[in-house]
């Protein structure tokens, strides 16, 4: 399945806590950190900046991109997401 790192900017903590949790419904999640996400799905990275768009405000900023060819990272949250990440991403 594929994986997408989506990073947010995001000001209204309701919003972005709504945001997070749209996200995680669509599959798979890793938190990457309080603005990213990791998430396997099959929609495309279109269909999920849809799917999240009624939900955002006109300045949240979203960005989605599929993973595949590298990743690296340091301290993720626990072995469990380290897991995770290194499966999917």
Do not use: Q
């Not at 419904?25 to 799905?41: D, R």
């Not at 495309?44 to 993973?67: C, G, Q």
């Amino acid at each position: 399945m594929p994986a997408y790192v989506v990073t947010f900017e995001v000001t209204d903590a309701l919003r972005l806590a709504s945001i997070k949790e749209k996200l995680k419904s669509l599959g798979g999640y890793c938190p990457i950190h309080i603005n990213a996400l990791a998430i396997s799905t099959e929609k495309t990275a279109t269909e999920i900046r849809e799917f999240v768009t009624p939900i955002l405000d006109p300045k949240d900023r979203i960005f989605i991109i599929r993973s595949g060819t590298e990743a690296a990272w340091r301290n993720s949250y626990g072995n469990e997401h380290n897991e995770w990440l290194k499966k999917y991403l």
